[in-house]
T-cell receptor, first 117, second 111 residues
Framework: GAGVSQSPRYKVAKRGQDVALRCDPI?????LFWYQQALGQGPEFLTY????????KSGLPSDRFFAERPEGSVSTLKIQRTQQEDSAVYLC???????????????FGPGTRLLVL | EDKVVQSPLSLVVHEGDTVTLNCSYE??????LLWYKQEKKAPTFLFMLTSSGIEKKSGRLSSILDKKELFSILNITATQTGDSAVYLC???????????FGEGTQLTVNP
């Protein structure tokens, strides 16, 4: 596709429910990132993939958060037993190379807005 | 701990005004500073700055980096209502590819 796509765009979950958020990066992009953006805040790093390898998951806030990219393209971020504090926009970004070139940037998707009631 | 601080957090101006947005940072092993514009959807890339004192320019927008004083500014001249958005500043380190973002500046341009 022309850009990074994410689905669903909006998700309402009851507390305790599991959710899965999908990211389709730009075709051919090796690097994939997940960020969490709380209301009124800047995005915060969650995790990073180089192809199918998850090289950095230091930003995942708890063991309820799990991400995968089994074939090195589409990625899924799963949140188990959702809590109200998980309500945020989840942004996915991709880049052509890994590691990123000095002048290379990340291209962001539109995000999934998650609301946990 | 790495830190990126943006100011002001919000700004309201009239069309035609010039605005300056600020970003200061404290990171080890700095590589580059990036500016993004976010309008209720995906952040879109504006500038990447790696060297001090070199102005990057795109139309009415320009940005410059001061690596000695650890800050960057984003200037927008002759603002238009379409400039209304959150402007995000982010820093990338030499190790790894992740970005560390500031809180953003909410700019509102009124007609």
């Amino acid at each position: 596709g022309a850009g990074v796509s994410q689905s669903p765009r909006y998700k309402v979950a009851k507390r305790g429910q599991d959710v899965a958020l999908r990211c389709d990066p730009i075709s051919g992009h090796v690097s994939l990132f997940w960020y969490q953006q709380a209301l009124g805040q800047g995005p915060e790093f969650l995790t990073y993939f180089q192809n199918e390898a998850q090289l950095d998951k230091s930003g995942l806030p708890s063991d309820r958060f799990f991400a995968e990219r089994p074939e090195g393209s589409v990625s899924t971020l799963k949140i188990q037993r959702t809590q109200q504090e998980d309500s945020a926009v989840y942004l996915c970004a991709s880049s052509f190379r890994a590691p990123l070139g000095v002048q290379e940037t990340q291209y962001f998707g539109p995000g999934t807005r998650l609301l946990v009631l | 701990e790495d830190k990126v601080v943006q100011s002001p957090l919000s700004l309201v101006v009239h069309e035609g005004d010039t605005v300056t947005l600020n970003c200061s940072y404290e990171v080890t092993n700095f590589r580059s500073l990036l500016w993004y514009k976010q309008e209720k959807k995906a952040p879109t890339f504006l500038f990447m700055l790696t060297s001090s004192g070199i102005e990057k320019k795109s139309g009415r927008l320009s940005s410059i980096l001061d690596k000695k004083e650890l800050f960057s500014i984003l200037n927008i001249t002759a603002t238009q209502t379409g400039d209304s958005a959150v402007y995000l500043c982010a820093v990338r380190k030499t190790s790894g590819s992740r970005l560390t973002f500031g809180e953003g500046t909410q700019l509102t341009v009124n007609p």
